[in-house]
């Protein structure tokens, strides 16, 4: 893209630069690669934690910072320094678990524990598909399972530290009702997973969103143009902000039917493939 203009180029991660097998390919790894050290201005924004954020993107060598937990932090990739922080207050936190207690959703509570990053839950009250998650990531460090003690409390011990976020995985009906009471506060995302198919409900501060921290990246890499990459639902915020915005093959409707163009899919190297064509 022959142009004087200062783009930054914004990847999601999984569906979109991630194959099937949650991994990105030699061939996408080694493009970007090359055109990160010409001097693109290339990032990725994803759900994912810079724990295993960095595990799928073994040998991506971003220049910038990275945007993760759904932009919740804005972080060094290297250093895992917090350059941006959107935390919850303690009321808000609160107000949260208290609303899916309610709903009977036993939750994964993110929060940062003594300069760490934990995620804290009751061991016998997690359903089988959160226990599966919390499995995959038991090795990062971030594992904090605690036992239950009694309802006054439960609350005081699990929403240890500075609370960012809340996951919850299970049943379809509690996780939509509790979805629509807290998404007039609060930022949440309600979808089902592109590999268990499960549904999930995040929940995230106002402030929070992959679109927000975009917009900071541009500002503090003083760029005219943002263009981005997606497939699912939790990417239409960024579409929205963004000057140009690709959706990929395999992409959910509603980002189609907002995207500038529809590009090749994720198992194709779709990302990877158009900038080779547009970038230069």
Known sequence: MK??????????????LLHHNERISAWSRDTLNHFIEKGMLFSYA?????????????????RLPVIVNNGSFIMDPDSRKRILVNQFS???AQDIYAILRRHQIAPL????????????????????ALADFVAARSRDGRDNPLQEQNPENDMRVILQGEVFYFT????????????????????????????????WLEVM??????????????????????VVFG?????IP?????????????????????ATAVIDSNENDGVAKWLSFHFC
Do not use: W
């Open 238 to 258: 960024m579409f929205q902000v963004a000057d140009e915005s690709y959706a990929m093959a395999n992409a959910i409707d509603a980002l189609k039917e907002i």
């Open 3 to 16: 142009t004087t203009q200062k783009v930054l180029y914004i990847t999601d991660l999984d569906g979109t």
């Open 90 to 92: 303690r009321e808000e």
């Open 168 to 199: 919850c995985i299970g049943e379809e009906a509690k996780l939509r009702a509790a979805y629509e009471e807290l998404n007039e506060t609060y930022n949440c995302i309600f979808q089902f997973d592109i590999y268990s198919h499960e549904p």
């Open 46 to 62: 994803t759900a994912r934690s810079i724990f295993t954020s960095s595990v799928v993107t073994a040998g991506l060598r971003p």
């Open 109 to 128: 509570v993110d929060a940062i524990i003594n300069e760490h990053e934990k995620f804290s839950y009751f061991e016998k009250a997690i359903n089988p």
């Open 205 to 226: 501060p106002h402030t929070a969103s992959k679109a927000h921290a975009i917009e900071q990246l541009k500002e503090l890499y003083k760029c005219d143009k943002v």
């Open 231 to 235: 497939d699912g639902a939790n990417d």
